[in-house]
């Protein structure tokens, strides 16, 4: 096994480990006045604490048969799948930036998204306790991120705001009614910090057309009311990490698409 295959385990490990801590972050931050750290992890249905071996990522839920060894109610798949998604971006982190400050940079970043995708599914919320500081840490990092630089992160930080800003202003003035919470402007906001300004036309278009096509065909097939509530995080989350990725070939695409080099 070579020294990079050695670093790609360790990093996919590493990440298994905070996708199991993101699972209680993704439990826990919701409830108000829950803490992350206190108590130590247990059955949220029984409250049975759990012992370290029912504690290990991805293996202790194959181990248990996916059910709580004390009361035998099924365990959420939600639980293996965040930890094995952790471990995955982890390993594609390492991949995109190896050992450098940009790796722990955006380890942090993805595991926000991560925590950010999972709590708007479920609660249609996007925790101010996640956006605001991620701004911040993103704007800081910025001074260090060979990646992005600081200006590029706080013209991000303004234009990401402002844009979906103005977009729930005109829908709200336009249909009297919200279409658009804030927690969704202080994503965008965010990712802007962490990715530069540069991110945001294709975060912003590919989230709306995705976000459309699915929220379509969900309208679809559930047959659900058009007015029904559609979380808009998971996409400009989704979005942000895709662009983290392949930015160096998305950009490329549009500068070929703009210049009439492409199709």
Request: proline residues 5%; neutral net charge; charged residues 10%.
């Amino acid at each position: 096994m070579t020294p990079e295959t050695l670093i790609i385990v360790f990093t996919a490990l590493l990440g298994a480990i905070v996708g199991s801590f993101l699972n209680v972050v993704i439990l826990r931050l919701p409830r108000e006045g829950s803490s992350v750290v206190f108590p130590a992890s247990h059955c949220p249905v029984c409250m049975a604490k759990l012992h370290w071996y029912e504690n290990i990522p991805v293996l202790s839920y194959l181990f248990l048969r996916g059910k709580c060894s004390h009361c035998e109610v099924k365990i959420s798949i939600q639980y293996p799948l965040v930890e094995l998604a952790m471990a995955a971006l982890s390993a594609c982190l390492f991949l995109k930036f190896g050992l450098t400050p940009a790796f722990g940079g955006y380890f942090l970043f993805t595991a926000a998204l991560l925590v950010v995708i999972m709590i708007d599914l479920h609660h249609y919320i996007i925790p101010d306790s996640i956006d605001l500081p991620g701004v911040v840490l993103g704007v800081l990092f910025s001074f260090m991120n060979p990646v992005t630089s600081w200006q590029s992160s706080l013209l991000g930080v303004v234009c990401g705001g402002g844009i979906l800003w103005l977009v729930a202003w005109t829908y709200a003035l336009l249909r009297k009614k919200e279409g658009m919470g804030g927690g969704d402007i202080k994503l965008l906001a965010m990712i802007g910090a962490w990715l530069g300004w540069e991110c945001l036309p294709f975060v912003i278009f590919f989230s709306a057309f995705t976000g459309a096509i699915l929220g379509i065909t969900t309208l679809s097939i559930l047959k659900k009311d058009r007015n029904s509530q559609i979380p808009f995080g998971p996409f400009l989350s989704g979005s942000a990490l895709i662009y983290m990725f392949f930015s160096e070939q998305i950009e490329h695409f549009l500068h070929l698409y703009i210049s009439g080099q492409w199709p």
